[in-house]
């Protein structure tokens, strides 16, 4: 019995085995580390994806409750920026005072955010109300001001004269800087 194989057969049998040998050896030898890599990665991804997610929400919560504060506090901020101006300060509120004066008080060693005035004035008046309605302008003006106790209140016969001191809170430091190295310009 003669077994009749031609030479095509044997030529496509060797090279479907060489095949079947190639493919098992790059499936063992590349696929199935890559594989094991794969899944590791994608646990990682997973876990990166989870915390990008949860950094996204904290970022948008922090940036809706900026916005919220902002549009509640535009009064605030932009009294915040203004230059504060002891003319335009005594010449607003004047009307309360028969006598307002504003001078600087040098602290600039202790208080570097904010300057500090000492108010002094003098009013003919039998009880301080004028001074409660000065207080509200103050809350009103375009200003941060803190006005520091005490309120010192001495009698002159009809005259009532006051003496405080204020703290003019205003971001003058960057202002400053940007002003003096423009004008060098």
């Known amino acids: 019995m003669k077994i009749n194989i031609s030479r095509q057969h044997i030529y496509l049998m060797a090279l479907s085995f060489f095949l079947f040998i190639f493919v098992l050896v790059f499936s063992f030898g590349v696929l199935i580390p890559q594989g094991k890599e ?32 902002r549009s509640k506090n535009r009064s605030i901020i932009t009294a915040f920026d203004a230059t504060f ?6 010449k607003q509120n004047k009307q309360y005072f028969s006598s307002l004066k504003v001078k600087e008080v040098d602290f600039s060693k202790v208080e570097d955010q904010f300057a500090i005035y000492e108010v002094n004035t003098t009013s003919e008046i ?36 006051s003496s405080f001191k204020m703290k003019v809170y205003c971001n003058n430091n960057d202002t400053n800087a940007t002003a003096s190295s423009s004008e060098a310009k």
């Open 85 to 90: 101006n002891p003319e335009r300060f005594e």
């Open 126 to 161: 039998s009880s301080p109300t004028n001074f409660y309605k000065f207080l509200d302008a103050v809350n009103k003006s375009d200003w941060m001001i803190e006005v520091n106790f005490p309120i010192d209140f001495k009698r002159d016969g009809e005259m009532i004269k």
């Open 38 to 69: 794969y899944r590791i990665k994608r646990v990682e991804l997973k876990k990166l994806s989870k915390e990008l997610r949860a950094y996204k929400n904290l970022h948008s919560e922090t940036a809706q409750t900026l916005q919220d504060l």
